[in-house]
């Protein structure tokens, strides 16, 4: 509906509560005569009389009545509508998407996210775990988490964690089985744990960088492939084999003596993880919130 329309139908309906154009006018911050001439532009244009006007009392028409009775409380309802939507700058509320990895929910949100909920209670928060390149705005998701030299030029984007270093593991009881690597060539000889990555087209290759700064970055081979870091963390714990994970994400199994890392002279470090979304307009309070706490502060 055309917005002189809109104006047009709150006039009329105010003046049709109120029973005088003095009483809509001063409600509506307008003049007296200014409010007639729009009245009767609605009468005008609709080609029925919605109202009768005396010197003294305004009362509705049969056809004004009805109109009063129709569509008073839909305005009424829109306008309701409108104020709690607006309420919403205020008081952040409503549910976010986030597309993600296993490694980016355990090392970046889990540790910020309770809290976060417990400061807005009205957020409702969906982080969907995925390894693939995503389209955000085809799968309509809020934003998703990449590393640094993934994000693609035209997205938004916001640091949410450091560095990554990531890191070849094992379990004391495969060492006792088979000797540690001492350079990534020798891997051919391990029982590797590979991760599949959608968006690659096959596993995801372990990279390292030499002493003197060369990157280097094989296929492994080994009886198991996962879909997920936590997964292939787990089956090192377990002694299937060598995982290729970030380094934080194996650390407290390393310090309690679950998993050794190897290799630790060519572990290579990337960019840390990013949020991307599409634009800088027209977030929602709810997003801008939760950009903010997961924002990363070194």
């Not at 990279?207 to 492994?220: H, Q, W």
């Amino acid at each position: 509906m055309p917005r002189d329309h809109i104006n047009e139908m709150t006039a009329f309906l105010t003046v049709a509560r109120e029973r005088s154009f003095t009483r809509a006018a001063a409600e509506l911050g307008v003049t007296p005569s200014a409010l007639s001439h729009t009245v009767r532009g609605l009468e005008e244009r609709l080609g029925l009389r919605l109202l009768s006007r005396t010197t003294r009392n305004v009362a509705t028409t049969d056809a004004g009545e009805r109109l009063l009775r129709r569509v008073g409380p839909l305005l009424e309802q829109v306008s309701a509508e409108l104020d709690l939507i607006t309420s919403l700058r205020e008081k952040p509320a409503g549910s976010l998407r986030i597309t993600c990895t296993d490694a980016a929910i355990e090392l970046v949100f889990r540790p910020k996210l309770a809290e976060f909920l417990r400061k807005y209670p009205d957020i409702h928060v969906e982080l969907s775990m995925d390894y693939a390149f995503v389209d955000i705005v085809t799968e309509r998701f809020d934003a998703g988490v990449r590393i640094g030299e993934s994000v693609e030029k035209d997205m938004c984007a916001t640091r949410i964690g450091p560095d990554w270093r990531f890191c070849v593991i094992g379990s004391p009881d495969y060492f006792d089985r088979c000797p540690a690597p001492v350079m990534p060539r020798e891997l051919g000889n391990h029982n590797c744990i590979n991760m599949r990555m959608t968006t690659a087209g096959g596993n995801l290759r372990w990279e390292f960088r030499e002493p003197k700064g060369r990157e280097v970055a094989l296929r492994v081979s080994g009886q198991t492939t996962f879909s997920n870091s936590m997964l292939v963390l787990g089956a090192a714990i377990d002694g299937i084999g060598l995982g290729y994970v970030p380094y934080d994400l194996a650390k407290p199994y390393i310090e309690a003596g679950k998993l050794m890392e190897v290799l630790s002279d060519w572990s290579l470090e990337c960019e840390g993880p990013y949020l991307y979304y599409p634009s800088r307009r027209l977030h929602s309070p709810a997003f801008a919130a939760f950009v903010e706490a997961m924002r990363y502060r070194s």
